[in-house]
């Protein structure tokens, strides 16, 4: 059970606007450590979708976006795309364990 | 462009041990950290072990401390995964991935590039 808390599947059909929430804490999102999100499409590695909370590395499409507010942070996808059906995870710190980096559980993405 | 190709992994027995080796291209290598992440089948990313680009500093996840060693080379832009004494819940595949700085700093570790992952089964 990780401390940063993902719905385990959202859907949309094409064209559609859907959001992951990272439930989180005042030990970690909360506490103003930054929010990653990553992608990892089927038998692919994964790849970083964006950093520090609402940035997106070059190359990624700005239909991809991230938020972040309070104790949790988003990840919105919108026109959804067929080739957006993947497993989508955040990352952050948490001051409350003893290792660095922690990963939700991640969120499964169907394009309907 | 960089790429980290991995190799190693496959089939080992409760109490045995393996080599998870990494090798970078396309990057001065000794100017990132370099981490080791993991996914059990069904479960999410687990953080396992990261390594700085001089190679000097080491962390590991409590699950693992004790039994798995990081390493690089950097004359090799390799860095690896001993594995030892594993047991069944370290059945997962293993991605080794780059961190954005050279130094580790726990609160701001972010992952840039990612290796294409290696099976490891380990059974009793």
């Known amino acids: 059970q990780s401390v940063l808390t993902q719905p385990p599947s959202v859907s949309g059909a094409p064209g559609q606007r859907v959001t992951i929430d990272c439930i989180g804490s005042?030990?970690?999102?909360?506490?103003?450590?930054?929010v990653h999100w990553y992608q990892r499409l089927p038998g692919k590695a994964p790849k970083l979708l964006i950093y520090?909370?609402?940035n997106r590395p070059t190359g990624v499409p700005d239909r991809f976006s991230g938020s972040k507010s309070g104790t949790s942070a988003s990840l919105a996808i919108t026109g959804l795309q067929t080739e957006d059906e993947a497993d989508y995870y955040c990352?952050?710190?948490?001051?409350?364990?003893?290792?660095?980096?922690?990963f939700g559980g991640g969120t499964k993405v169907t394009v309907l | 462009e960089v790429q980290l190709l991995q190799s190693g992994g496959g089939s080992v027995q409760t109490g045995g041990s393996l080599r998870l080796p990494c090798e970078a291209s396309?990057?001065?290598?000794?100017?990132?950290?370099m981490s080791w992440v993991r996914q059990a089948p069904g479960k999410g990313l687990e953080w396992v072990s990261v390594?700085?680009?001089?190679?000097?500093?080491?962390y590991y996840a409590d699950s693992v401390k004790g039994r798995f060693t990081i390493s690089r080379d950097n004359s090799k832009n390799t860095v690896s995964l001993q594995m030892n004494s594993l047991t069944t819940e370290d059945t997962a595949t293993y991605y080794c991935?780059?961190?954005?700085?050279?130094?580790?700093?726990?609160?701001?570790?972010?992952?840039?590039?990612w290796g294409q992952g290696t099976p490891v089964t380990v059974s009793s």
């Open positions: 991935a780059r961190l954005t700085d050279s130094e580790v700093r726990p609160v701001a570790m972010l992952f840039d590039f």
């Open positions: 396309g990057f001065i290598f000794s100017n990132n950290a």
């Open positions: 390594i700085s680009g001089s190679g000097t500093k080491t």
């Open positions: 005042t030990f970690n999102i909360g506490a103003g450590y930054d």
């Open positions: 520090g909370n609402t």
């Open positions: 990352q952050s710190y948490d001051s409350n364990l003893s290792g660095p980096g922690v």
